[in-house]
């Protein structure tokens, strides 16, 4: 039977998003320097310019949690593990290997429990933070709740479309009847998959 063509596409958009996943990774991990030396060259800058120095507390407070760095640590950890079997599954999807199609399975699911579970954690960590800024004069919780709130919902919605869709396309019945054709009846690498 032929490759259909959402197997080639999604093929190679998981190959396309892994390599995007691998960049992402490498940034995450070279922000906080790059952040540091931005810093250091704008409190320079306005120094040398005879201007006050002034921390944003809000943004101070949430760049110092523990619990924020110990699930962007987390983060950083499961997403180059998810990234490695992304690429996996788009070069078995682009051979016609059927564990790729249950690796794409896999991740889409994990993709969308993770993404959900990472947003709901990420705002109940910085909700109680945007509370204790408002004693030493910073925005209301409430304010700044929303604006948190809606921007990680906004994100949520845009970044689960890949997964959603890989997702639908792998357990289309035209997906998966090609990759019984060429697996014959399902060998040892696929797993029953309806």
């Known amino acids: 039977m032929k490759r259909p063509t959402s197997v080639t596409v999604f093929g190679i958009l998981n190959i396309v998003f892994a390599i995007l996943g691998f960049c992402g990774i ?3 991990l070279a922000q906080p320097v790059f952040q540091e030396a931005i810093e250091e060259f704008s409190e320079k800058a306005l120094a040398d310019a005879g201007g006050e120095i002034k921390k944003d507390p809000t943004q101070e407070a949430i760049k110092n949690d523990p619990n924020l760095k110990m699930l962007g640590q987390i983060s950083i950890g499961l997403s180059a593990v998810a990234t490695v079997a992304l690429l996996a599954a788009g070069i078995a999807l682009l051979k016609m290997k059927s564990w790729g199609r ?3 399975i896999l991740y889409a699911i994990y993709d969308i429990i993770s993404k959900i579970v990472f947003a709901v954690l990420s705002l109940l960590i910085m909700m109680p933070l945007f509370a204790a800024q408002q004693d030493v004069g910073g925005p209301a919780p409430e304010a700044m709740g929303g604006i948190v709130a809606g921007s990680i919902g906004c994100g949520l919605i ?3 479309i890949y997964p959603i869709l890989l997702l639908i396309f792998m357990l289309r019945s035209n997906v998966r009847e090609a990759f019984a054709a060429v697996g014959g009846s399902g060998g040892d690498d696929m797993m029953q998959i309806p």
């Open 158 to 160: 845009f970044t689960l």
């Open 102 to 104: 249950t690796l794409s």
């Open 26 to 28: 490498a940034f995450q």
